[in-house]
């Protein structure tokens, strides 16, 4: 069994030592096999988008550690953290995020660009056509359909050819159908790639598509099941 994520003892809590303090999320050890995808489920405020940030390296744990292969996430340097974010990770958010004024192609190809890279043409052609979105390149944002801009989206996160990719509500904006299919392709793109994906869902038809369950109640990741 291979990993490509690991939690150790991983905690947040959020102003500590106030009257407003929450704990977030409570002492998790989780262990994320390569290529498989999971679905992170649980209540509004049960701590799924907190436990996301930390995997994603985008937060600072209070307590613990995450291992993204044999790298201590948090004992790195903001350097050499943001440049592993950058190459290993991939994010999708329910809100897409994508740059207005950018055509659709720039809007994907940005994190290679940032990272002073050059494109890998090949890779870029079949995150597109795998994605269906090849007629959108030369658009804008505001040009696209929902699920068309969820799809971009989708394809920017893949562009680094991350080890993990992690979705939060990456279909909570869209209809059923157009969540489907953007699930579908999320789906079959990472699964090609033998990404991990990690995806955080209050819909339960979506989590039942997962390899494996995590229940996270109230900062507790309450149960882990193999589908
Ligand atoms: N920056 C913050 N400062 C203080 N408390 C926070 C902060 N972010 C989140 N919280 C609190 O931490 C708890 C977990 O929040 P989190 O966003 O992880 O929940 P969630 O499961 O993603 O919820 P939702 O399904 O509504 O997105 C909540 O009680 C929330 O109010
Ligand atoms: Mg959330």
């Known amino acids: 069994m291979k990993l490509a994520l690991e939690t150790k003892g991983l905690a947040k809590t959020y102003l500590a030592g106030t009257p407003q303090e929450v704990q977030a999320l409570k002492p998790t050890n989780l262990q994320f096999e390569v290529g498989k995808f999971y679905a992170v489920i649980g209540k509004s405020g049960s701590g799924k988008s907190t436990l996301l940030h930390l995997l994603g390296a985008l937060d600072t744990p209070t307590a613990g550690e995450v291992w993204i292969g044999d790298e201590n996430v948090y004992e790195l340097n903001d350097r050499d953290r943001a440049r592993l974010r950058r190459r290993r990770i991939g994010f999708v958010f329910q809100a897409y ?50 699920g068309e801009q969820q799809r971009v989206a989708i394809a920017r996160a893949l562009i680094s050819r991350p080890n993990i990719v992690l979705a939060d509500e990456p279909t909570g904006n869209l209809d059923t159908k157009n969540g489907e299919i953007v699930l579908d392709l999320l789906i079959s793109t990472a699964k090609a790639f033998n990404q991990t994906v990690i995806l955080v869902t209050h819909d339960l038809d979506i989590a039942s598509r997962a390899e494996r369950l995590i229940v996270i109640d109230n900062g507790f990741v309450s149960a882990e099941h193999q589908l």
């Open 97 to 146: 995020n994508l740059l207005m004024e950018h055509s659709v192609r720039e809007n994907i190809t940005l994190p290679v660009d940032l990272d002073g890279r050059d494109l890998d043409e090949e890779y870029f052609d079949k995150i597109v056509d795998s994605l269906d979105i090849r007629d959108q390149l030369h658009k804008y944002p505001m040009q696209l359909s929902g």
